[in-house]
């Protein structure tokens, strides 16, 4: 029995984390007791239950799936090549600099505004997760390689290891921990910069639409709360998928 909890020990203690958020959950909207403002948690997932049954939820979650998967992938490919760059050349690092660090200091909503200007509102969450995804990418990718051992890169021109044999064996080790950590951080950053840009320019069929149509014109707090699940769902099955390929890559390796 012991061996079995054991093994099973991370779900179990994760669903008991997700039963005491929705019991917590429950507690308050009872205290509050005001629906209209803090439905309970029943409720929003009959409501949840309700839109999975219908066309206009799943054609919102492909677009809303589709757009920002293209904008974190855009931003990856950026800051990776960025990170790149700036680990290969300090003028790069100063030149970009500066920017980068604008991006990280500037609110989200700001950027928002500013795109919707020369960007439509079916490509400005595409445009506002690649941005706020580069950074992130590419400070974990300049991380990484600057902490390639050097006394392992001197013991590869040592022995004239090729380009490709010391990216392999100085430069991915080092590299991948800080690439992965960065990869899973903006897993969520890009669904909560996407969610938001739909939101603030009310991209049409998308869950942002959804959500402040929800608040906006019918005032339902309980549907409201059961597309802001969804946007959760939907984050966590994207980490939780990135990570089990990370396992199974991992797995396969060692097998081999």
């Known amino acids: 029995m012991k061996t079995l909890f054991y093994r099973f020990r991370k779900p179990l203690l994760l669903t008991a984390g997700a039963l005491i958020l929705f019991l ?4 308050a909207a009872a205290a509050f007791d005001i629906p209209l403002i803090l439905p309970k948690p029943l409720p929003v997932l009959k409501a949840l ?3 999975l049954g219908t066309a206009v939820f799943w054609k919102s979650v492909g677009l809303s799936v589709l757009r920002i998967s293209l904008g974190a992938a855009a931003g990856l490919i950026v ?5 790149i760059l700036s680990a290969a050349s300090d003028t790069v ?3 970009l600099s500066p920017l980068f660090s604008v991006i990280r200091a500037t ?3 700001c950027f928002i505004i500013l795109a919707w200007v020369f ?3 079916a490509q400005l969450p595409v445009f506002i997760a690649a941005l706020m995804v580069a950074p992130v990418m590419m400070t974990g990718t300049l991380t990484g390689l600057k902490s390639t ?4 890169l001197e013991a590869a021109y040592l022995y004239r290891l090729t380009f490709f044999q010391r990216v392999r064996t100085c430069y991915l080790p080092a590299l991948l921990p800080h690439a992965t950590a960065a990869l899973v951080n903006c897993i969520g950053l890009a669904w909560k910069a996407g969610i938001a840009a739909e939101i603030i320019v009310k991209t049409k069929d998308s869950i942002g639409y959804a959500i402040w149509d929800a608040k906006s014109w019918n005032v339902d707090s309980t549907l409201l709360f059961a597309w802001t699940l969804t946007v959760i769902f939907i984050s966590l099955l994207f980490e939780y998928l990135f ?3 990370l396992k199974l890559r991992k797995e396969s390796g060692n097998v081999a």
């Open 24 to 27: 917590l959950w429950h507690i």
């Open 49 to 51: 239950g309700q839109l």
């Open 79 to 83: 800051g990776f090549l960025a990170g």
């Open 93 to 95: 690092r100063t030149l």
């Open 107 to 109: 609110p989200v909503a």
């Open 119 to 121: 960007i439509g509102s």
């Open 149 to 152: 051992d050097g006394a392992l």
């Open 243 to 245: 990570r089990l390929l």
